[in-house]
């Protein structure tokens, strides 16, 4: 899939989003695209990493401290009190 089929699949979901709304005024929507993406981001990305969080944070470009946090926040990750 090409960046381009990426950027078209997140416009139809935001446009049908919007379509959904039927006239009414959105709400924190940065933060609802980026929590609905980055939780799957993150899950496939681990995946094809088979868990090296050291590779799967160069691979997203972030800190592996950031990564393991967002692997926490979206709860993929158990700590050793889970």
């Known amino acids: 899939m090409s960046k381009k089929q990426i950027d078209d699949c997140i416009r139809a ?4 989003y919007f379509k959904d709304l039927r006239g009414a005024e959105p709400g924190g929507l940065h933060d609802l695209i980026i929590a609905t993406v980055e939780k799957p981001l993150l899950d496939v990305v681990m995946r094809h990493a088979e868990g ?3 590779k799967a944070a160069e691979w ?3 800190n592996r401290n950031t990564l393991r946090r967002k692997l926490l ?3 993929l990750l158990k ?3 889970s």
């Open 13 to 16: 979901s935001v446009e049908q």
């Open 73 to 75: 926040d979206h709860r």
């Open 79 to 81: 700590t050793d009190d």
């Open 52 to 54: 090296n969080q050291s």
């Open 60 to 62: 997203l470009g972030i």
